[in-house]
């Protein structure tokens, strides 16, 4: 591409599509795969890796095909994800908070376990109630319930820190701080 990278050109991209790198530069793999690449082929490239790619690539669009959400209802205290080929119920008041990892989501429940799912966390914010969640930063929804304390720039919940954003951090205290703060009487 003339006058800029395909890494760089995928950096400016709001919502990048799957993307496979192709190139003579081994030294920028790593700096790919940080950028959810779905693989990165080196040149010249065998047709058995490319195979290998094109396979990966089909059950990766297979898998989001069939396990897009379409609704869950508001009233639900639970939800189903698909981690490690089994569907795993995940009750609303287990789950301590969420975290995206490129498409992947990574479920932090009670009693330290740990879930990870090919869903992107824009649509589960979508599905989760609004009065009990709440994302706190890019990367991080939060079950406000779970919150221990709020720092400046960082949210404690049983146990885990988690990075909270300016922009975050006065709707956060409004939601629950506000009403319940015992301040002093001058």
């Not at 395909?6 to 950096?11: C, H, P, Q």
């Not at 009750?91 to 990574?106: H, P």
Request: overall charge positive.
């Amino acid at each position: 591409m003339p006058n800029i990278s395909g890494l760089e050109w995928i950096k400016t991209l709001k919502n990048p599509p799957l993307t496979v790198f192709v190139t003579s530069y081994t030294e920028y793999a790593l700096e790919g795969f940080e950028l959810n690449a779905i693989d990165y082929l080196v040149k010249p490239v065998s047709p058995a890796r490319l195979l290998k790619c094109i396979h990966k690539i089909r059950e990766i669009l297979q898998y989001k095909k069939q396990h897009t959400w379409h609704s869950i209802e508001a009233e639900k205290d639970y939800f189903f994800i698909k981690s490690d080929g089994e569907f795993v119920k995940i009750l609303f008041e287990d789950l301590i908070y969420l975290e995206a990892v490129g498409d992947f989501t990574s479920f932090y429940l009670k009693n330290n376990v740990k879930h990870f799912a090919l869903i992107p966390l824009k649509q589960l914010e979508n599905h989760l109630p609004k009065n009990a969640f709440m994302r706190v930063h890019r990367s991080f929804i939060v079950n406000i319930k779970e919150i221990d304390v709020i720092g400046s720039y960082e949210i404690k919940a049983k146990g885990y820190n988690i990075p909270l954003s300016k922009n975050a951090k006065e709707e956060l205290y409004q939601k629950i701080i506000a009403n319940k703060i015992i301040k002093r009487k001058d």
